[in-house]
């Protein structure tokens, strides 16, 4: 009798062992339990820690309540402005409702994947490829949106969207290369010319300054003197007057206005010439009158005139 009472107590004591651990499980901190009894939902659900199911009637998943992370495939597509890209991005979200999250969805890990794929082809349509590139904070904030929405009702939360690269064909880069060198060497065309016109301004100042004290401009001549036999080279610096290049430049221009005025004169000389040369020679005189068969004597030689000398 007393070893029929021990072996019953003992086989109850293996059944209570067994039924305790098929009905015992731990939860873990950043894990939810969803209990369902016989097929429905109970609540509330299982926080973390040790808690206990009926075996056999009741099943528990757990849900995991960190932040996931999940890479978008790249996704190719065409832009606004008719530009072929591929563009890949980063996904941030978490589940806020672990009960929705199981019987509100089948696997809500590859609906958001789905979901994030499609939401980044429809932003890629919608946009232009220079908002891609340097407008990313904008459409971020778009495609969270877009995917917030829907992922509410399966209660996942999306934190987070990053568009993480976006490739461009090989003409593409060229193109944008010879665009940013352009863009560059005119910015350095215009500050350079900035710089000339800084510079020009300030030396009509000092010169207008230097104009007003002739002795700053023999100043300013000795300083750049001294400056240059400060260093040890061969070069010899000779200070001419600036006086004696104005007297030389005035004495030129009267020289040309000068020759001017002289080929002026011959040329209106030339210009006359040919009308005095239209009217011939003069007449020469009629010969002396013949009377009562007198012949006057010719003209010695000393009296003729210097041309019939010559003839």
């Known amino acids: 009798?007393?070893?029929?009472?021990?072996?019953?107590?003992?086989?109850?004591?293996?059944?209570?062992?067994?039924?305790?651990?098929?009905?015992?499980?731990?939860?873990?901190?950043?894990?939810?339990?969803?209990?369902?009894r016989l097929g429905r939902l109970t609540s509330p659900v299982r926080g973390p820690g040790f808690t206990m199911i009926i075996p056999a009637v009741d099943r528990m998943r757990k849900v995991n309540m960190q932040i996931v992370t999940m890479p978008v495939p790249a996704q190719e597509g065409i832009t606004r402005d008719n530009v072929t890209v591929r563009v890949d991005a980063v996904v941030y979200f978490k589940v806020i409702d672990a009960?929705?999250?199981?019987?509100?969805?089948?696997?809500?890990?590859?609906?958001?994947?789905?979901?994030?794929?499609?939401?980044?082809?429809s932003i890629i349509g919608k946009s232009e490829l220079d908002d891609l590139l340097s407008n990313r904070e904008k459409l971020n904030?778009?495609?969270?949106?877009?995917?917030?929405?829907?992922?509410?009702?399966?209660?996942?939360?999306?934190d987070r969207v990053e568009i993480k690269d976006v490739s461009l064909p090989d003409a593409m880069k060229r193109s944008m290369a010879r665009q940013a060198e352009a863009t560059r060497d005119r910015r350095a065309?215009?500050?350079?010319?900035?710089?000339?016109?800084?510079?020009?301004?300030?030396?009509?100042?000092?010169?207008?300054?230097?104009?007003?004290q002739p002795a700053a401009l023999q100043l300013r001549l000795l300083q750049t003197v001294v400056a240059v036999a400060a260093e040890k080279n061969s070069t010899l610096v000779l200070p001419f007057p600036v006086e004696l290049l104005r007297?030389?430049?005035?004495?030129?221009?009267?020289?040309?206005?000068?020759?001017?005025q002289v080929a002026a004169e011959a040329e209106r000389a030339r210009a006359r010439r040919p009308a005095d040369d239209d009217a011939g020679p003069p007449p020469p005189p009629p010969p002396p009158p013949v009377e009562d068969g007198h012949v006057d004597a010719l003209p010695v030689l000393e009296d003729l005139p210097e041309s019939e000398r010559l003839g």
């Open 189 to 212: 065309r215009v500050i350079n010319a900035d710089a000339e016109l800084q510079a020009s301004r300030k030396l009509a100042e000092a010169a207008a300054a230097m104009s007003d």
């Open 141 to 158: 904030q778009g495609l969270e949106l877009m995917m917030d929405s829907p992922a509410i009702g399966w209660g996942v939360s999306v």
């Open 1 to 36: 009798m007393v070893g029929e009472l021990v072996a019953a107590g003992v086989a109850l004591a293996s059944a209570g062992t067994v039924y305790l651990m098929a009905a015992a499980r731990v939860v873990k901190q950043y894990e939810r339990g969803v209990v369902l």
């Open 247 to 260: 007297f030389l430049e005035r004495s030129g221009l009267q020289a040309e206005a000068q020759t001017a």
């Open 99 to 121: 009960a929705d999250a199981i019987v509100e969805v089948e696997d809500y890990r590859f609906a958001v994947s789905q979901m994030a794929q499609t939401s980044l082809r």
